[in-house]
């Protein structure tokens, strides 16, 4: 199926041509739907005819959170070419294999992240990288007088490949197509009041990953609101402008750890929330502590379930504060299919745990390697991760298949870390599971078996990760230990050592 009637940007420049799209907080800038429309027609015309890329190609982009991101996605998708916004906080090391992954015709950073962007270029061989900052040397190839209008636009063709957290030890590039985002937007509209008029969100979420964009972000675009960015999450900056009602925000997406460190902060006490219309929260459930706090201001928090590959599965009424409470993460939302199965792909009755399958127009049609143990032939797609559902149809989040924690509302993947640690030589063996933590939600415990005649210390770990790992990924805590309990083909049980040290701090 092809059609041309998906192009937002051209249809609010036509009904709303003032009005604002975008406004950045940190430099003032704003875009009103005319002013988005001649940039991205600008920017689809310039990749196109300046330099050379054909549709399917793969632009790369190493930045801060920019209004540009959203000027370059809607550009790819007149274009026909596939953005891939990746994670600046990752090393070097990290982006270079992603580069490498994809193969991108084209580069774009800026001049915070410049130098490490050409590092990465030099090493993986993209031969075109361009400043998109105002005034940068990717403004130099824009003309007004040539610009790319309407086009036909096919839905099922890639146009966003986001690195997913996944739950097999490494970061899977999962490809979202328009039509998938189209029906993410849908999703929204249940019980996040996405297409009420006057939406208004504000973004202090990176803007590569799934939530930044397509749960919060491209929802709002997609029916004509505002989203106002910031290129760091500040609790208490957060709070005094959603707190403010002269802004008129009405909606946020963050998890919950961020929404506990704006109620800690100094202006939470004399925030006025009275125009955000939801809260809506992913990545951990509300505890009792943040209910109370947030509720004599009136929040409305919509607990979800989701990610990259297929968007929000489950969302919540944000009436119903006693399934919240109870840690439900909400009722499955419109235009996906659901079953929680077992390990032989049987549903489970109401009430047993299994492994969430979706499927759906929603679904990501598949990762850059076309990962066929993930994609059932049938279609079905498996989550990894394992949730119940009750009488009512309110689904519960039970555990991970594999092994990942979330700490901050980001993945960190035990394998990965582990595998960075064994480079040290006095690690003989180790194992990293996620433990609480009041902040973050989770942090790393690394339970380590010393070499023989070595002596291993929380900060010669640390410095092993330093320049390999994202921060957020660095082990927190250390535990020392003979050996490991394994099972029965001779691996670690780490089942075992969450019973054991689940709730361990220390060393």
């Excluded at 209008?149 to 970061?171: K, R, V």
């Excluded at 397509?214 to 505002?226: D, H, K, M, V």
């Excluded at 509300?286 to 409305?300: F, I, M, N, Q, T």
């Excluded at 590959?309 to 993460?329: F, H, Q």
């Amino acid at each position: 199926m092809r059609y041309a009637a998906a192009d937002w940007v051209a249809n609010y420049a036509r009904t709303q041509p003032d009005a604002v799209a975008l406004h950045n907080l940190d430099t003032g800038e704003t875009r009103s739907w005319a002013e988005l429309e001649s940039r991205v027609g600008q920017i689809a015309h310039a990749l196109r005819e300046r330099l050379g890329l054909v549709p399917g190609d793969r632009i790369v982009n190493i930045s801060d959170g920019d209004l540009r991101h959203f000027e370059l996605q809607f550009a790819c998708a007149r274009a026909g070419l596939v953005w891939v916004p990746l994670n600046f906080r990752h090393t070097a090391v990290e982006l270079a294999r992603a580069c490498r992954e994809m193969a991108p015709k084209l580069m774009l950073t800026d001049a915070t992240w410049g130098e490490t962007a050409r590092q990465v270029a030099r090493e993986t061989g993209v031969a075109h990288v361009h400043d998109w900052d105002a005034g940068g040397d990717f403004d130099a190839l824009l003309d007004p007088s040539r610009a790319m209008g309407e086009s036909e636009i096919d839905p099922d063709a890639p146009l966003q490949i986001l690195y997913t957290s996944g739950t097999t030890g490494t970061p899977k590039a999962a490809i979202v197509t328009l039509g998938g985002m189209v029906i993410h937007a849908l999703q929204q509209v249940e019980f996040c009041a996405t297409a009420e008029p006057g939406g208004h969100l504000f973004q202090p979420m990176p803007l590569f990953h799934f939530g930044g964009l397509n749960t919060a972000s491209n929802p709002i675009l997609f029916f004509g609101g505002r989203v106002t960015i910031t290129r760091r999450f500040d609790a208490a900056a957060t709070t005094a402008y959603c707190g403010d009602p002269a802004n008129a925000v009405t909606h946020l997406c963050l998890p919950p750890v961020m929404y506990q460190m704006m109620a800690d902060s100094e202006p939470f006490a004399q925030a006025d929330f009275s125009t955000l219309r939801r809260f809506i929260c992913g990545g951990g459930r509300v505890s009792e502590r943040l209910r109370a706090a947030y509720e004599p201001k009136g929040a409305r928090f919509v607990p979800q379930y989701g990610g990259t590959e297929m968007g929000p599965v489950t969302s919540m009424n944000p009436g119903r504060l006693d399934k919240i409470m109870a840690g439900s993460c909400g009722q499955k939302s419109l235009h996906i299919d659901m079953r929680i199965v077992d390990e032989r792909g049987e549903d489970v009755p109401r009430g047993q745990p299994g492994e969430v399958w979706v499927r759906g127009p929603g679904v990501t049609i598949g990762y850059l390697d076309a990962n066929a143990a993930i994609v059932r032939n049938d279609g079905w797609h498996r989550t990894g991760d394992v949730l119940w559902q009750d009488e009512d149809g309110f689904c519960f989040v039970v555990d991970r298949v594999k092994d990942m924690y979330k700490s901050g509302g980001e993945n960190v993947f035990s394998a990965e870390v582990e595998g960075v640690l064994m480079t040290n030589p006095a690690v003989a063996e180790c194992a990293v599971i996620g433990v609480p933590d009041d902040r973050w939600g989770e942090v790393g415990l690394a339970i380590v078996v010393a070499s023989n005649g070595h002596r291993v210390t929380l900060e010669a770990l640390q410095a092993t990760c330093e320049g390999r790992l994202a921060r957020y990924k660095h082990p927190k805590h250390l535990r020392i230990v003979e050996s490991f309990p394994r099972n029965v083909t001779g691996k670690i049980a780490k089942p075992a050592l969450r019973a054991e040290f689940g709730g361990s701090r220390s060393v």
